[in-house]
């Protein structure tokens, strides 16, 4: 299935299906699937770029992602809207990914803010560089954090969410996803002296 990635933008509240819509993508018929994927994409792609990094493994997980929507579309009930119940598949994919990844060094984690957060005025090459080099380092102590504790931190300190839309889409409780928020703080508050980009995702105070 050829699909593009279109824009960045979250999945619009009028793009969510209706009934008739999510029998037929229920059926697996595939232009209903195309539309899905076509208009949750960016939201999926962004997601996964920040948890994950841009490149290579942010574009194998969206894969791996939709792949894992079209096969549990069967069993999809519509008690949440298609962009949770995604973002829920993304999420699952991730950690699957991240427990069995070795830590590695990624290239280009400046994207984790360019794409997500694009601005109409794009920084001088020196800046961009330091920029690269101070969320490169910063990614590299990401990675190796615990894949729940990593994720639960991510998803608060860089995508925003609250701590009970993370204990949705980690099917944990907000107690635990608290907790993982704080271990994955205490883990990286060693490195955060050295690195602005740690420093400010970790400005966010835990509710």
Same mark, same amino acid.
């Given at each position: 299935?050829?699909?593009?990635l279109?824009?960045l933008?979250?999945?619009?509240?009028?793009?969510?299906? !209706?009934?008739?819509?999510?029998? #037929?993508?229920r059926? *697996?018929?595939?232009? %209903?699937l195309?539309?899905v994927?076509r208009?949750?994409?960016?939201?999926l792609?962004r997601?996964?770029?920040?948890l994950? *990094?841009?490149?290579?493994?942010?574009?194998?997980?969206?894969?791996?992602?939709?792949? #894992?929507?079209?096969? #549990?579309?069967?069993?999809?009930? *519509?008690?949440?809207?298609i962009?949770?119940w995604?973002a829920?598949?993304?999420?699952?994919?991730a950690?699957?990914?991240?427990?069995h990844?070795?830590?590695?060094?990624h290239?280009?984690l400046?994207?984790?803010?360019?794409v997500? $957060?694009? =601005?109409?005025e =794009?920084?001088l090459?020196e800046? #961009?560089?330091?920029?690269?080099?101070?969320? $490169?380092?910063?990614?590299?102590?990401?990675?190796?954090i615990?894949?729940? !504790?990593?994720i639960?931190?991510?998803?608060?300190s860089?995508?925003?969410?609250?701590?009970?839309?993370?204990?949705?889409?980690?099917?944990?409780?907000?107690?635990?996803?608290?907790?993982?928020i704080?271990?994955?703080?205490?883990?990286?508050?060693?490195? %955060?002296?050295?690195?602005p980009?740690?420093? $400010?995702m970790?400005?966010?105070?835990?509710?």
């Open positions: 299935m050829a699909l593009e279109v824009g933008a979250r999945l619009s509240r009028t793009a969510e299906l !209706n009934s008739e819509a999510i029998d #037929a993508c059926r *697996g018929e595939r232009q %209903a195309d539309d994927f208009a949750a994409m960016p939201a792609h997601l996964l770029v920040r994950a *990094g841009p490149g290579p493994d942010a574009d194998d997980l969206l894969a791996t992602t939709l792949v #894992a929507a079209m096969e #549990a579309f069967p069993r999809f009930r *519509g008690e949440a809207s962009e949770h995604l829920c598949i993304a999420t699952r994919v950690y699957r990914h991240f427990r990844a070795k830590p590695r060094r290239a280009s400046e994207l984790l803010r360019e997500s $957060e694009p =601005k109409d =794009k920084p090459p800046r #961009a560089a330091i920029n690269r080099q101070r969320l $490169e380092r910063a990614y590299h102590h990401l990675g190796r615990r894949p729940k !504790n990593r639960a931190f991510l998803l608060f860089v995508e925003g969410r609250s701590i009970e839309e993370i204990a949705a889409l980690m099917d944990a409780s907000t107690m635990a996803v608290k907790s993982r704080f271990l994955a703080r205490r883990q990286l508050m060693t490195h %955060a002296s050295k690195d980009v740690l420093s $400010e970790m400005a966010r105070d835990i509710p």
